[in-house]
């Protein structure tokens, strides 16, 4: 996979959670996965399409998750409580919007659908669907994963040769 | 959070009145929170782009928080008929896809500003100062005023 296209989420991640867990988020690992993917904690799953598509999935354990929660919403969260899912759905929603608005600006041009909530289901059917790169993150509550599974159509929109006149 | 100087409307010193259309809970909380410590009144709460104009013809707001990418009806196509029916709409895009074409499609419709999330609640202070113009005032907190807490 392109890291041009990757390097946007790890940045945007990186920020995003520097802002909600007040603490950077260093990379442990990068993996290629051709096989099903396991979700590890609780996830959130972001579908393009356009001149890029695929999919990406947040994953974070639960008390990282909760962290969040407890950011978003102004007080402690239990990691156990329902809301934790729709937290990791905004952050998902934050994370991909923001590398999805940097490579639209480097003339990428696809569409983003709102983030849903990955079911177990889901899960199995997106780790078939083709490779992923892994990235994992630390974080002082816990790890987050990323998981995305892109592939790119066609020329960007500044690469394409102007058409000929007269 | 920090409490910023109140908001009012000119016109009749009453707080300024906000719809907030998000479909995340926790966007539409933390949102509200903020409007909360600029003095503002929350007048109704959407989660999509078809709840967003039955409200906004419902409340009649000072100013609507618009999300874009939104299950049903997409935020863009939401300010576009509410400023078809209002064209006097003050509507603030606020979302975490914030690339060149959205953004100059949601001008193009009719919002009168763009903020991309995370928010920052003085970003958001000022940006709806600069869209509601001469329609408002700020009073200093512990001022005394109506808005004041």
Known sequence: MRMDLIQPFIGSLDAVLAEMMKAPAEIADLAMLEEGYRRQGLAAI????????GRVVLDMEPRAAAQVAGFLSGGEVDPGEPIVSEAVCELANMVIGNAVTQLNDRGFQFKVFPPSILTEEQCAKAGHDSEATILSFNTP???VRLNIAMKYHGRRSRER???AVG | MKQFEALTRKKDNQPVRYLIVDDSVFARKSLSKMIESFGGQLAGEAGDGCTAITEYARTKPDIV????????MEGIEAVERIVQEHPDARVVMVSSVGYQDNILAALQKGA?????KPVKPEALYEIIRYVLNDDAASVPVGAGGENSR
Not at chain 1, 46 to 53: A, K, L, R, T, Y
């Open chain 1, 141 to 143: 509550a816990g790890a």
């Open chain 1, 46 to 53: 972001v579908v393009f399409q356009g001149q890029i598509e």
């Open chain 1, 161 to 163: 040769t102007p058409l």
């Open chain 2, 112 to 116: 009168r500003h763009f903020v991309q």
């Open chain 2, 65 to 72: 928080l618009m999300d874009i990418t939104m299950p049903q």
